[in-house]
């Protein structure tokens, strides 16, 4: 059973950034893929970026060029930047475990509790 925690959340101004961290009892880098949904009350789960290495990120069009997806190998931790924030942001994160299809991020069935993220104007 793979158990991913999400932390970093928090209620902040419009324009401010945040970092979310998932770290994991499992070695995350032993996926071929790792990502970051989030999901608002009422609204299915949406995937916001996910990341293969490095050189290989995927964002979706709402946080490009807001939002930075990156894996720490030594610390077993994904991390989620997240600068410019907009009230549009705010959600519940969730880190993910999973592969690619193409260029189809594809997650297991893992989920976490995820992590509160409230952005106000």
């Known amino acids: 059973q793979i158990q991913l925690v999400e932390s970093g959340g928090a209620s902040v101004q419009s324009g401010e950034s945040l970092t979310l961290t998932c770290t994991s009892s499992s070695a995350l880098n032993g996926f071929s893929a790792l990502a970051w949904y989030r999901q608002v009350p009422g609204h299915q789960r949406e995937l916001v970026a996910f990341?293969?290495?490095?050189?290989?990120?995927n964002y979706s069009d709402s946080v490009k060029g807001r939002f930075t997806i990156s894996f720490d190998h030594a610390k077993n931790t994904l991390y989620l930047q997240m600068d410019s924030l907009r009230p549009e942001d705010t959600a519940v994160y969730y880190c993910?475990?999973?592969?690619?299809?193409?260029?189809?991020?594809?997650?297991?069935?893992?989920w976490g509790q995820g992590t509160q993220v409230a952005v106000s104007s």
């Open positions: 993910s475990t999973g592969w690619t299809s193409g260029d189809t991020y594809r997650p297991y069935n893992y």
């Open positions: 990341t293969v290495n490095p050189e290989n990120t």
